[in-house]
Structures are given as C-alpha cells and as structure tokens.
C-alpha cells in the first residue's frame, strides 16, 4: 500500500492516478476520513489507451479538490475491491494525506501531478 502527502490550498487539485481491473472485476472505491468537508473527490478523465488489448489493465484517474476555507486534514483511502465480495480484503491500496491550508481560493486551481499505486 502506498501512502503519499499532500499540501494543497483552497480550489487546488490533486490527479490520482491508480491502475484499473475491471475485466477482472475490481473498482476502485474511496474513503475519506478526518476532516472530510476540506476535500472533494470525484473520477478524473481516463486516459486514452489506443492499442491496449481486450482485458488489458487501464491508467484510472480521480481528481481531489481541496475546499474552501480550508484549514484542516484528511485521509482518503482508495481500495481496489471486487463488489460482489464485500469481505475479501481489497486487492490493492492507495492512501493520501491531505493538508488544506486555510486562505484564498486559488482561481482554476491548476492540477498537481499525482501518481497512484499500481499492483
């Protein structure tokens, strides 16, 4: 599993980018814990992936939007599960950190390069 932190102001965004298994069944969920009402997580646009065969593993991405007025923390857990087996443990992991620093909202908030945790 891999961890990774953040600082990041008000309007700013974080990409995510973690490896998918849908042929196989698995999606990737997310969690937030702490201070949860400073971040805002949704999926990203998918990469093209021209060429890449049938069943072939595919780059996902998800977009984290630190909130106004910021001032606070939070944990966002991602966990690649396969839905019909709640009770199997996820098959990868990838958490991130987020500091939200208090102040102005930063106009476009521009993206961050992100990184996730392939496996």
Same mark, same amino acid.
Do not use: C, K
């Given at each position: 599993?891999?961890?990774?932190? %953040?600082?990041?102001?008000?309007? =700013?965004?974080?990409? %995510?980018?973690? &490896?998918?298994?849908?042929?196989?069944?698995?999606?990737?969920?997310?969690?937030?814990?702490?201070?949860?009402?400073?971040? $805002?997580?949704?999926?990203?646009?998918?990469?093209?992936?021209?060429?890449?065969? +049938?069943?072939?593993?595919?780059?996902? $991405?998800?977009?984290?939007?630190?909130?106004?007025?910021?001032?606070?923390?939070?944990?966002?857990?991602?966990?690649?599960?396969?839905?019909?087996? +709640?009770?199997?443990?996820?098959?990868? =992991?990838?958490?991130?950190?987020? =500091?939200? &620093?208090?102040? =102005?909202?930063?106009?476009?908030?521009?993206? &961050?390069?992100?990184?996730?945790?392939?496996?």
């Amino acid at each position: 599993m891999e961890v990774r932190r %953040v600082v990041l102001r008000p309007g =700013e965004t974080y990409a %995510v980018r973690l &490896t998918g298994r849908g042929a196989r069944g698995y999606v990737w969920t997310w969690r937030v814990t702490g201070d949860a009402d400073v971040v $805002s997580v949704a999926p990203g646009p998918r990469p093209a992936s021209p060429g890449a065969a +049938p069943g072939a593993a595919v780059e996902l $991405s998800y977009v984290v939007r630190a909130r106004p007025p910021g001032g606070g923390r939070a944990r966002i857990r991602f966990a690649q599960v396969r839905p019909p087996y +709640p009770d199997e443990a996820p098959y990868d =992991e990838y958490v991130l950190d987020v =500091e939200v &620093t208090p102040g =102005e909202v930063t106009p476009g908030g521009g993206v &961050t390069p992100g990184s996730g945790g392939a496996g």
